[in-house]
């Protein structure tokens, strides 16, 4: 049966171990087009043979034909450079031996000839290794690799030294790596110590930087793509998968004489994470979280046991790169000795989980963090237990974005109805969005705001009323109130509302007598002052520091009467209202500005476009001067109304006009001319002031050029 061209579509493309949907890809179409062509519906658009001949390694003449040229008498005759390329297109490596292309390693290109290896390459040796990247001819790569791993006379260059094997193959080493990873050859990656990279641009760095293991803008770099290309192409084998996403750290007993640190590990995680490789990204979480708690055992009050002199945490930060942060102990004015572990906060991963709301990693990332906040550094950022509960609400879609943002603005069972309100004002300037934002505020009071509590008095008495008493109980445990709990357990509603007002309320009388007034009126915090009169008043609790919180966290600052205090329930509903009908008012008040100069700005507007240049300057031509005056004195006024904010008599106008903007003295001659000779016509008096037509013309000029600042 004879070949047909969906048959070679499809021989050449499983050849090239390309399933339909890369090969798709790579050509910019849907795989089911290259469906089509491999079932015999459809053929290649003609644009396409160019791609697919490059893609395949083959000339068009082959995928049309399927008949092959006479190499033999060919090639013998093919210029040097060409014939190399058409052996690398069609991955021969027969002929690639056969006409001596191997006898130079190609694939050597140190980065700026970086130590003048270059084994007396040519030319078309470049060609060569560009080509074998660009056709991924994976079997004329494997002998060359072959021959770099196997050859002693190479051997001789890398020897005693970090990774001279990368620096040979410096300048191309995303493609060198991709060819590894897609040819299944391990011990290539493993030549080049692949684990010792970095993420970054090579371009920027300069042949004397290769020296440091320790700055990841020293050390070898590559494209965050090419660690990308690993994980997401297909012919990439399970055994590379795994050998790359191997987490490395920082052993001090193995490598003291050359300090080797490791900056891929965030990058590892994030793409183990974004591709689902969840077996191993749990294998590897296990190892870091052991390599953390060794550091713990090390140095197990590593912030605690720092000094002026002795410090034990170093945190390094370095542009475009993850933080880390290396143990061991070091002394003033000298750099770090006896390092024992670098520990490197989740970012990448952790980031990732959080555009995903995927709460289970979010949590692992996060706890992973917070360790190293904790015990080696008050910098480092976590998630507060607050943090994590709101992202649970948002991963649930039960939970409203009003729940959220009520939650949000809840601290310590105290919402914050001030912060609340205000946070929904999106647009202050658009009065659509702040009409919304009324009718946003209205449901979040009514289904809210009154049945939250912003005063702790208020919450214990409604407790009672509902005899709730396992809530006031869990909050008097919570924080450490043990008379409140005795009070609670005897179930004295009296006595429990009595030391509910000593713990939380301070009468207006106290605070604004003797010392009290004094701390009260001169703090810049209302809360810290009302806290600290307040402690000072229970001083059995001074040292509890959850009950110092609470008093901070509640709006003690709001003024109760002393009748008030009888009902705290009623009280605190009030004040809700007075904070709510205001915001109301502010937001009303903000609409009718808006909507007072949008109305300015379209009459403005319209004066302008009505009154423009081309319609004065017809009006002169018709020889209608007093028209022409009485329009130029409008439009003068719009501007100087709207663009200047100025009120009042034309003549105060331009009188300030000229003032503020250091008007010349020709030019205020002729406004106020202007102005005189507009008098004179609109209230019909005679006057001797009139103005030619050449003044009439600048005039025009003059006030078509009034911008100001609007």
């Not at 012919?235 to 987490?247: D, F, M």
């Not at 949000?408 to 309100?421: A, F, P, R, S, Y």
């Not at 007093?626 to 009042?648: P, W």
Request: net charge neutral.
């Amino acid at each position: 049966m004879q070949e047909t061209l969906s048959d070679r579509i499809r021989k050449l493309r499983k050849e090239k171990g390309f399933t339909q949907l890369k090969l798709a890809e790579m050509l910019n179409i849907t795989d089911k087009a290259v469906s089509k062509w491999e079932l015999g519906d459809g053929n290649p658009d003609i644009s396409l043979l160019p791609k697919l001949s490059k893609i395949f390694g083959v000339s068009t003449d082959y995928i049309l034909t399927g008949v092959l040229p006479d190499e033999s008498a060919s090639l013998d005759n093919m210029d040097e450079t060409k014939r190399a390329i058409y052996l690398i297109q069609k991955d021969d490596v027969e002929g690639f031996v056969k006409y001596g292309y191997n006898k130079i390693n190609a694939l050597f290109s140190p980065y700026k000839n970086w130590g003048l290896y270059n084994f007396n390459q040519q030319e078309i040796h470049k060609v060569i290794r560009k080509e074998i990247y660009n056709y991924q001819s994976i079997n004329i790569f494997k002998l060359l690799l072959d021959d770099f791993i196997g050859d002693k006379k190479y051997t001789q260059f890398y020897q005693n030294t970090k990774s001279p094997a990368a620096l040979k193959v410096y300048n191309d080493i995303d493609d060198f790596i991709k060819m590894c990873a897609i040819s299944n050859r391990l011990d290539g990656l493993e030549l080049i110590k692949i684990h010792l990279f970095a993420i970054g641009n090579k371009q920027n760095q300069t042949t004397n930087q290769f020296r440091s293991y320790q700055d990841p803008n020293q050390t070898y770099l590559i494209k965050e793509s090419t660690l990308k290309f690993i994980y997401e192409d297909s012919r990439v084998s399970e055994e590379i998968i795994q050998y790359r996403s191997t987490l490395h750290f920082y052993n001090g007993r193995d490598n003291s004489r050359h300090i080797l640190y490791y900056f891929l590990n965030d990058y590892l995680l994030f793409y183990m994470y974004k591709y689902e490789r969840l077996d191993l990204l749990e294998k590897e979480m296990e190892k870091l979280n052991n390599n953390i708690n060794d550091a713990l055992k090390k140095h197990p009050n590593a912030l605690g046991s720092e000094t002026y002199d002795v410090r034990y945490v170093q945190k390094h930060d370095y542009p475009n790169h993850n933080c880390f942060y290396t143990l061991g102990q070091s002394y003033r004015e000298s750099s770090q000795t006896n390092i024992s572990h670098v520990i490197e906060p989740i970012k990448k991963a952790l980031d990732e989980a959080l555009k995903n709301f995927d709460i289970k990693w979010i949590e692992i990332f996060n706890e992973y963090n917070k360790k190293i906040a904790i015990n080696f550094s008050k910098s480092q950022q976590f998630l507060d237990e607050n943090e994590i509960n709101i992202l649970k609400m948002k991963a649930n879609p039960s939970v409203s974005n009003n729940e959220i943002l009520v939650y949000k603005h809840t601290k310590l069972n105290i919402l914050d109805v001030t912060g609340l309100l205000n946070s929904l004002l999106i647009n202050v300037d658009d009065v659509d969005s702040l009409r919304k934002t009324i009718k946003e505020a209205k449901n979040i009071y009514t289904n809210y705001i009154l049945k939250s509590y912003i005063h702790y008095c208020e919450m214990i008495e409604d407790l009672l009323k509902k005899e709730d008493y396992k809530t006031l109980f869990q909050f008097s445990v919570d924080n450490n109130l043990p008379e409140l709990e005795d009070a609670i357990i005897n179930r004295k509603h009296d006595t429990i509302n009595q030391i509910s007002r000593r713990l939380f309320y301070c009468d207006p009388k106290t605070l604004n007598e003797g010392r009290n007034a004094i701390i009260y009126k001169r703090s810049k915090s209302k809360p810290e002052a009302f806290a600290s009169i307040v402690i000072n008043l229970n001083p059995h609790l001074k040292k509890n520091i959850e009950y110092k919180n609470c008093l901070l966290n509640q709006s003690s600052f709001y003024n109760f009467n002393e009748n008030d205090v009888d009902n705290f329930f009623e009280s605190c509903k009030k004040i809700k209202r007075e904070i709510y009908d205001q915001f109301i008012t502010n937001v009303e008040n903000r609409i009718e500005i808006l909507t007072g100069e949008k109305k300015a700005k379209i009459e403005y507007e319209k004066i302008c476009s009505d009154i423009n240049e081309d319609y004065l300057n017809s009006l002169i031509i018709n020889k209608q001067f007093e028209t022409t005056v009485i329009k130029l004195s409008v439009k003068l006024e719009a501007k100087l109304k709207y663009v200047y904010k100025y009120e009042g008599e034309l003549k105060e106008m331009i009188d300030l006009f000229i003032q503020n903007n250091r008007v010349e003295s020709a030019i205020a001659v002729l406004l106020n001319k202007l102005r005189m000779v507009r008098n004179g016509i609109v209230h019909s008096t005679s006057q001797n002031e009139t103005l030619s037509v050449d003044e009439l013309i600048n005039l025009i000029k003059i006030i078509e050029n009034i911008k100001g600042v609007a």
